[in-house]
T-cell receptor, first 112, second 114 residues
Framework: ETGVTQTPRHLVMGMTNKKSLKCEQH?????MYWYKQSAKKPLELMFV???????ENNSVPSRFSPECPNSSHLFLHLHTLQPEDSALYLC???????????FGPGTRLTVT | AQSVTQLGSHVSVSEGALVLLRCNYS??????LFWYVQYPNQGLQLLLK??????LVKGINGFEAEFKKSETSFHLTKPSAHMSDAAEYFC????????????FGSGTRLLVRP
């Protein structure tokens, strides 16, 4: 595997489910990011981890819970989501916080 | 604070015509600037970046962008559009003086007519 990978690519979940999104980067980077991309809205930065420490949390609801066990892996744990949370969730990594970012293909999430 | 404005949410060109996608930025310190492209159902791919070296930056797929400090612009161009260029394009800015987050523009969707 090369670059940034995300699994699953598509996810449909009910409002009472719990699921997790996974991101893995094979670039040796130190920073990882979660973004939300909704139709007709700008990219929304959700969380940033630098050297496995959370450095930014942009007022994201607590039903989204990130986890960064090491510099190569990033998870987004989801529970009791709302239909408006349906979106493309993108993971990215960069050499360090603030450098150009490399994106994964995204997980298309649909909340029913 | 940094910000990015992309003029035109949609741009339509004929195949073979010049592509011009506009990006203006504001930054209190010298910026680093980026253009990303997103094809349908995919993540963002880095097209090119400006990091204070040459003001004319060449990227992948025949795209280039020119940093103009006096106009606070970083417009993306390609001399001849190809059908495969149809995608959404994002301009982004960050500070050059310290670690800071990327600020993305709202994106411009490029349509290429046969």
């Amino acid at each position: 595997e090369t670059g940034v990978t995300q699994t699953p690519r598509h996810l449909v979940m009910g409002m009472t489910n719990k699921k997790s999104l996974k991101c893995e980067q094979h670039l040796g980077h130190n920073a990882m990011y979660w973004y939300k991309q909704s139709a007709k809205k700008p990219l929304e930065l959700m969380f940033v981890y630098s050297l496995e420490e959370r450095v930014e949390n942009n007022s994201v609801p607590s039903r989204f819970s990130p986890e960064c066990p090491n510099s190569s892996h990033l998870f987004l744990h989801l529970h009791t989501l709302q239909p408006e949370d349906s979106a493309l969730y993108l993971c990215a990594s960069s050499q360090d916080y603030g450098y150009e970012q490399y994106f994964g293909p995204g997980t298309r999430l649909t909340v029913t | 604070a940094q910000s990015v404005t992309q003029l035109g949410s949609h741009v339509s060109v004929s195949e073979g015509a010049l592509v011009l996608l506009r990006c203006n930025y504001s930054s209190s310190v010298p910026p680093y600037l980026f253009w990303y492209v997103q094809y349908p159902n995919q993540g963002l791919q880095l097209l090119l970046k400006y990091t204070s070296a040459a003001t004319l930056v060449k990227g992948i797929n025949g795209f280039e962008a020119e940093f103009k400090k006096s106009e606070t612009s970083f417009h993306l161009t390609k001399p001849s559009a190809h059908m495969s260029d149809a995608a959404e394009y994002f301009c982004a800015v960050t500070r050059s003086d310290s670690s800071y987050k990327l600020i993305f523009g709202s994106g411009t969707r490029l349509l290429v007519r046969p």
